[in-house]
């Protein structure tokens, strides 16, 4: 069955420190990958994207992301995090299921960031 | 640029009442989709459509009913409101079948159910 999992329901960082989100999938076929970011009161806003190629992606607000097949992963990432990008964030895996293009998420992380 | 349009952003209804969410995109995108969001679930997929006069049923449909009368416009109703329907909803859109084309999500409407 196809699942996205997301192990940390909430994770605290400083300002400054560096941050990883872990994403592990299980998907029949080739996965296209996102990270979505959503702010208290928000919508989703669209992060980055894995579809084919480097498997590196680089999104918007400093965040970058990593594709590992091998492990099911696809992990974000951020250098040095901002007050800013507390929020929570949700991994989803994409495909055409059925004649249509669909999305499964994970139940998604919750970021505290402390200063 | 509108962007997903969702109306109304907040409602209370009493258990038993009817309403509908509107769901409205100026993109001219093919497919529709809500979504409902709870604490520890993630989004799951209530229904969706794949073009005008077509709806289909998600992962969670009972309870909710939708039309897609225009291709600009996806309704969610709930014919009989109950409290296990206290959530989020989300709709959002994509231009097509291309499955790397990124959904984009409205803001929200917060449901509560008495």
């Known amino acids: 069955a196809q699942s996205v999992t997301q192990p940390d329901i909430h994770i605290t960082v400083s300002e400054g420190a560096s941050l990883e989100l872990r994403c592990n999938y299980s998907?029949?076929?080739?996965?296209?990958l996102f990270w979505y970011v959503q702010s208290p009161g928000q919508g989703l806003q669209l992060l980055l994207k894995?579809?084919?190629?480097?498997?590196l992606v680089q999104g918007i607000k400093g965040f970058e992301a990593e594709f590992k097949r091998s492990q099911s992963s696809f992990n974000l990432r951020k250098p040095s995090v901002h007050w800013s990008d507390a929020a929570e964030y949700f991994c989803?895996?994409?495909?055409?299921?059925?004649?249509?293009?669909?999305?499964?998420f994970g139940a998604g992380t919750r970021l505290a960031v402390h200063p | 640029n509108a962007g997903v349009t969702q109306t109304p952003k907040f409602r209370v209804l009493k258990t038993g009442q009817s309403m509908t969410l509107l769901c409205a995109q100026d993109?001219?995108?093919?497919?529709m989709y809500w979504y409902r969001q709870d604490p520890g679930m993630g989004l799951r997929l209530i229904h969706y459509?794949?073009?005008?006069?077509?709806?289909a049923k998600g992962e969670v449909p009972d309870g909710y009913n939708v039309s897609r009368l225009k291709k600009q416009n996806f309704l969610l109703g709930l014919e009989s409101a109950a409290p296990s329907q206290t959530s989020v909803y989300f709709c959002?859109?994509?231009?097509?079948?291309?499955?790397?084309?990124?959904?984009?999500f409205g803001d929200g409407t917060r449901l509560s159910i008495l």
């Open positions: 998907y029949g076929a080739t996965p296209y």
């Open positions: 459509s794949v073009g005008e006069g077509t709806t």
């Open positions: 959002a859109s994509v231009k097509g079948e291309t499955s790397n084309q990124p959904q984009h």
């Open positions: 993109m001219n995108h093919e497919y």
């Open positions: 894995y579809f084919s190629g480097d498997t």
């Open positions: 989803a895996v994409g495909g055409v299921a059925g004649g249509y293009n669909k999305l499964i």
